[in-house]
């Protein structure tokens, strides 16, 4: 038996030329490689799963009218995107980017940065929201009046869970 340190992986010993050796490989764990966030001292118990938060926001938006057109789930590479959907309101359409963070630490501005270019693929009157289990900095709040995002924080998120449609969707679009 090999003592292997923690975040390195045994290889088996192979020959190159007349050589033998034995290889150790620093790696990182599997949910290093899908996840960006550090979910060593994660309890499930406590914090809502990024995935199920997702599923979470996803509901919320249906509450709140918006019919969802996409939903990007590729670890990482959604281009800070994660639900698209469309609000039908008396002036006709109105399309939806949302961003989820279901993050312990304070949602910064390179997340509203990365909003903001994201929307550059989208038409031109599609708005911005972020929903984090966490909450926003204080310039990431500015930024996001500047461009007219909506923020919705743990704490807010989780009040808003039992208003009604209406009531729900007066609290987060009107």
């Known amino acids: 038996n090999q003592n292997i340190q923690k975040g390195y992986t045994?290889?088996?010993?192979?020959e190159r030329g007349n050589l033998k050796h034995r290889s150790i490989y620093r790696s990182r764990s599997a949910l290093q490689l899908l996840y960006s966030e550090d979910l060593t001292n994660y309890d499930s118990k406590k914090?809502?799963?990024?995935?199920?938060?997702?599923?979470?926001v996803e509901s919320l938006m249906k509450k709140i009218g918006l019919k969802i057109?996409?939903?990007?789930?590729?670890?990482?590479?959604?281009?800070?995107?994660?639900?698209?959907?469309v609000e039908a309101n008396?002036?006709?359409?109105?399309?939806?980017?949302?961003?989820?963070?279901?993050?312990?630490?304070?949602?910064g501005t390179e997340v509203i940065y990365k909003?903001?270019?994201?929307?550059?693929?989208?038409?031109?009157?599609?708005?911005g929201m972020?929903?984090?289990?966490?909450?926003?900095?204080?310039?990431?709040?500015?930024?996001?009046?500047?461009n007219n995002f909506i923020l919705i924080d743990g704490k807010k998120f989780l009040e808003i869970?039992?208003?009604?449609?209406?009531?729900?969707k007066q609290s987060i679009l009107d």
């Not at 972020?130 to 500047?146: D, G, M, P, Y």
């Open 10 to 14: 045994y290889v088996k010993p192979h």
């Open 47 to 56: 914090r809502v799963q990024w995935f199920q938060f997702e599923r979470d």
């Open 69 to 85: 057109m996409d939903k990007i789930a590729d670890f990482g590479g959604d281009g800070g995107i994660d639900i698209y959907g």
């Open 90 to 107: 008396k002036d006709g359409y109105r399309n939806w980017a949302v961003q989820c963070k279901c993050w312990t630490k304070n949602v």
């Open 115 to 127: 909003l903001i270019g994201s929307l550059s693929r989208y038409p031109n009157d599609t708005r």
């Open 130 to 146: 972020v929903v984090t289990t966490s909450s926003f900095s204080s310039n990431a709040i500015k930024l996001s009046r500047e």
């Open 161 to 168: 869970q039992d208003l009604s449609n209406r009531q729900l």
